[in-house]
């Protein structure tokens, strides 16, 4: 028998507003909290999982039935819980292997009575500026939500819609903070995306996340080599493309723990991009403060963060993560990711 009692659940996240994307609108999604405990002490996982990549709720519930009885008690390192988990038959869905990853190295840094980010030998537990999502809207309600969030420093607009001029020109009528704009694969063409692209080169943009489909990878190749503004792949990059393919369509990757499924392998690519000199931005699903602080620890070494997932929810299951004024994400002291159940 194994040593660790193994629970999870089912949890609906609410939206503090529906959230509109180009390809869809969400007021909850449902997320699957893991918890594994062993001597008193308990690690906690969360699994995102995400239609796209053919993931639900109840596929990753399977997951976790499936784990064998002292699967925990055999991963002895943080340098083995990705293989070991990889070694799982059948083998997990990223967001599952990815809680199972969390809970486990949660589990760890608490029973060594130490925060993770220092045990995996972080020198800082501040990340960079974190965006606020804007979800897609009437412009009249984009700007009354600009408005509503005018302590967050810099802005994430969903575009990839007919009117996302119009939308730009009426968020510049209530701020002038950066922004970076994520088209979700919304311009069909290359004339449209340039044609975007050249207006938002005038709106103060830092960047643009996966302007074009990511079907679409020799017209991404063209439209890099032309763009005045850095291109971000999202959809284009899951996790184990050719990083040096992916530079010739991108200046910058975006890390999804989710999609990736490791932050020991979330880790491993970010360092691997900068060696192609890609730069990182670390992203997130809808997700809680507790994949957050997942996120938050790889980010410590990206250029870009974008980890507001927790900040879109009204019923967190977790507290305990600290956003400062600069809306920088201060991983905390306590044992583990340092979150609060």
């Not at 996120?295 to 974008?306: F, M, R």
């Not at 009204?314 to 920088?328: A, H, I, Q, R, Y």
């Amino acid at each position: 028998m194994s040593g660790f009692k193994i629970e999870w659940e089912i949890i609906p996240l609410t939206l503090k507003e529906v959230f509109t994307i180009s390809r869809s609108s969400r007021s909850e999604v449902s997320n699957v909290f893991l918890s594994i405990t062993k001597d008193g002490i308990t690690g906690y996982g969360e699994a995102g999982p995400n239609t796209r990549y053919n993931e639900t709720p109840e596929i990753v519930v399977s997951d976790f039935e499936s784990i064998p009885y002292g699967f925990f008690d055999d991963i002895s390192s943080p340098d083995e819980v990705e293989s070991m988990i990889g070694n799982l038959n059948p083998e997990p869905v990223q967001s599952a292997k990815m809680a199972i990853e969390m809970a486990w190295l949660d589990w760890w840094a608490k029973s060594q009575g130490q925060p993770l980010w220092k045990l995996l030998g972080e020198k800082t537990s501040i990340t960079p500026v974190t965006s606020f999502t804007i979800g897609i809207d009437s412009p009249e309600k984009m700007q009354a939500k600009i408005r509503d969030a005018e302590q967050y420093p810099v802005y994430k607009i969903k575009l990839g819609t007919e009117r996302d001029r119009e939308t730009i020109e009426a968020i510049r009528e209530v701020t002038d903070k950066p922004l970076r704009v994520d088209a979700n694969e919304g311009w069909a063409t290359l004339e449209q995306a340039q044609k975007e692209i050249e207006f938002l080169d005038t709106q103060n943009v830092e960047l643009i996340e996966q302007p074009m489909p990511a079907s679409e990878f020799k017209l991404m190749k063209q439209l890099k080599e032309w763009s005045p503004l850095p291109l971000a792949a999202d959809e284009s990059f899951i996790g184990d493309e050719d990083l040096r393919q992916i530079a010739q369509a991108f200046h910058v990757i975006n890390i999804k723990l989710m999609k990736m499924g490791s932050i020991m392998k979330a880790r491993r690519v970010l360092n691997q991009a900068h060696e192609k000199g890609l730069r990182v931005m670390v992203g997130c699903m809808i997700e809680s403060s507790l994949a957050n602080a997942a996120g938050a620890l790889v980010a410590l070494n990206a250029e870009y963060a974008d980890l507001d997932g927790h900040l879109l929810i009204s019923n967190d299951p977790f507290g305990g993560l600290t956003v400062d004024e600069k809306l920088k994400i201060i991983l905390s002291d306590n044992p583990g990711f340092g979150v609060i159940n």
